[in-house]
């Protein structure tokens, strides 16, 4: 049986198999640069679906890495796929306070998940202007409380939680807010959709920036 090997050659075959059966009408070049990135890394046409950008979304995103902000994520996990080395050429660092020891503190104290109280301690430093949750959706229940308070205004919320409890309610809830987002309908989501949006910003980003 043949088979390609060279992973270069691999990736721009899946490439030119998603484009084939995303409808391009329904989103804008960048849009579709970031569809296409969230199937590849699922193999799942329906995210093409269900994903919704949200006021602007896609160019604030952009602005935001290009300006240095950092980024804060629900899970270490989703801070490990994100390229923080390509992060790190425009200033922006990759966080996740969900797993220090002041958020489990907190998450005991206050009888909350330490998601929630990861997010609630990313709140509290300004230069955290990108929040991206793929796993928990208290952590997103979480920043939209914090965002309708007026306590934050994030410059991007990528809010793909997956599960059956609360990720529906918590995405519909996010794109009925005033802040720039990235959504994915229903129950699906997941870290890997969370890490191909962020990632498929930055390689925007380098596009535009002509980051070296």
């Given at each position: 049986?043949?088979?390609?090997i060279?992973?270069?050659?691999?990736?721009?075959?899946s490439?030119?198999i998603?484009e084939?059966r995303?409808?391009r009408?329904?989103f804008?070049e960048?849009?579709?640069e970031?569809?296409k990135r969230?199937?590849?890394?699922?193999?799942?046409?329906?995210f093409?679906r269900l994903?919704r950008?949200?006021?602007?979304?896609v160019e604030?995103?952009?602005e935001a890495l290009r300006?240095g902000w950092?980024i804060?994520?629900?899970?270490?996990?989703a801070?490990?796929?994100?390229?923080?080395i390509?992060?790190?050429?425009?200033?922006?660092?990759?966080?996740?306070?969900?797993?220090?020891k002041?958020?489990?503190e907190?998450?005991?104290?206050?009888g909350?998940?330490?998601?929630?109280?990861?997010?609630?301690?990313?709140?509290?430093?300004p230069?955290?202007?990108i929040?991206?949750?793929?796993?928990?959706?208290t952590?997103?229940?979480?920043?939209?409380?914090l965002?309708?308070?007026?306590?934050?205004?994030?410059a991007l919320v990528v809010?793909v939680?997956?599960?059956?409890?609360?990720?529906?309610?918590?995405k519909?809830?996010?794109?009925?807010?005033?802040v720039?987002?990235?959504?994915?309908k229903?129950?699906?989501?997941?870290?890997?959709v969370?890490?191909a949006?962020?990632?498929?910003?930055?390689?925007?980003?380098?596009r535009?920036?002509?980051?070296?």
């Amino acid at each position: 049986m043949d088979y390609l090997i060279e992973p270069m050659a691999i990736e721009k075959k899946s490439f030119a198999i998603i484009e084939r059966r995303i409808n391009r009408k329904i989103f804008s070049e960048e849009e579709m640069e970031i569809a296409k990135r969230v199937v590849h890394a699922t193999a799942d046409f329906e995210f093409a679906r269900l994903m919704r950008f949200n006021r602007n979304a896609v160019e604030s995103g952009i602005e935001a890495l290009r300006a240095g902000w950092d980024i804060v994520t629900d899970t270490r996990m989703a801070r490990a796929g994100i390229r923080r080395i390509l992060a790190s050429k425009f200033g922006s660092r990759v966080k996740c306070y969900s797993v220090s020891k002041k958020a489990r503190e907190m998450a005991e104290e206050m009888g909350i998940t330490r998601a929630m109280a990861g997010i609630m301690i990313g709140a509290e430093e300004p230069k955290n202007r990108i929040f991206v949750i793929g796993n928990a959706p208290t952590a997103l229940f979480k920043l939209n409380e914090l965002i309708k308070k007026e306590k934050i205004s994030p410059a991007l919320v990528v809010g793909v939680p997956v599960g059956f409890v609360g990720a529906k309610e918590a995405k519909e809830e996010l794109l009925q807010l005033p802040v720039p987002s990235i959504a994915v309908k229903g129950c699906k989501g997941g870290t890997p959709v969370a890490v191909a949006i962020v990632n498929a910003l930055l390689l925007l980003a380098e596009r535009r920036d002509g980051v070296e």
